[in-house]
């Protein structure tokens, strides 16, 4: 079989949030829990490129859904489109996630005894574009007005990124040395980063590095 590529990846996803729209998912009826949604349509993603392409899938060392692709999946509710990650470091915050994402949006519906789900989105976020936007855009202002290193430090330390000052400090340093790419998640601080995809999936493809398809 041949190996999946990215461009293969987008292809697939636009095919199966058609099929996954026209199906009764009854296992899923009165089903809440977007974890359990969630995990259910990864795992039926992968089983459908898994019939067509040679993929290495999961990696629970790694954390991400297709390795083979350093891509993660994550689906979402059209209501409140956001998900959770593994937090690494500081750093992630500011230079992405280190991996591309694959975001799948759907709108929920049940009735006694059928469930839709209505994929309305499908975003692909390249691994230089998963930084938060507010962060990134900010620090790139400040890096363009002649910032030092003692306003990279005040800056991160008011937006209480984690860290200590030994971590504050050699983030400043690689900043002034290499200006973050502007980030377009939002990434909120927690024990695991918790995304906001609402900025993301309506940039209707007018960013390098995301790329956005509707099925409406």
């Given at each position: 079989m041949k190996k999946m590529n990215i461009q293969d990846m987008k292809a697939e996803a636009k095919e199966f949030g058609k099929i996954m729209s026209s199906e009764n998912h009854k296992m899923l009826i009165g089903v809440n829990d977007g974890k359990k949604i969630g995990t259910y349509i990864e795992h039926r993603f992968q089983e459908f490129v898994s019939r067509k392409y040679e993929i290495?899938?999961?990696?629970?060392?790694?954390?991400?859904?297709?390795?083979?692709?350093?891509?993660?999946?994550?689906?979402?509710?059209?209501?409140?489109?956001?998900?959770?990650?593994?937090?690494?470091?500081?750093?992630?915050?500011?230079?992405?996630?280190?991996?591309?994402?694959?975001?799948?949006?759907?709108?929920?519906?049940?009735?006694?005894?059928?469930?839709?789900?209505?994929?309305?989105?499908?975003?692909?976020?390249?691994?230089?574009?998963?930084?938060?936007?507010?962060?990134?855009?900010?620090?790139?202002?400040?890096?363009?007005?002649?910032?030092?290193?003692?306003?990279?430090?005040?800056?991160?330390?008011?937006?209480?990124?984690?860290?200590?000052?030994?971590?504050?400090?050699?983030?400043?340093?690689?900043?002034l040395c290499h200006t973050p790419e502007q980030g377009y998640l939002t990434v909120t601080n927690a024990n695991q980063w918790r995304l906001s995809y609402g900025r993301v999936i309506k940039l209707d493809n007018a960013v390098s590095g995301v790329w956005n398809y509707g099925w409406n």
């Open positions: 290495e899938v999961g990696n629970s060392a790694f954390g991400i859904d297709l390795p083979s692709v350093e891509t993660d999946i994550k689906s979402t509710s059209i209501v409140k489109p956001q998900s959770s990650c593994p937090f690494r470091n500081a750093k992630q915050k500011i230079y992405g996630l280190g991996y591309n994402l694959l975001i799948f949006v759907y709108d929920k519906t049940d009735t006694t005894a059928t469930c839709t789900l209505d994929f309305k989105y499908c975003t692909f976020v390249e691994a230089t574009r998963t930084a938060d936007f507010t962060t990134t855009k900010r620090l790139r202002e400040m890096i363009d007005d002649g910032a030092n290193k003692e306003d990279i430090i005040g800056y991160l330390t008011d937006k209480n990124l984690p860290g200590d000052e030994i971590v504050y400090s050699d983030l400043a340093d690689e900043i």
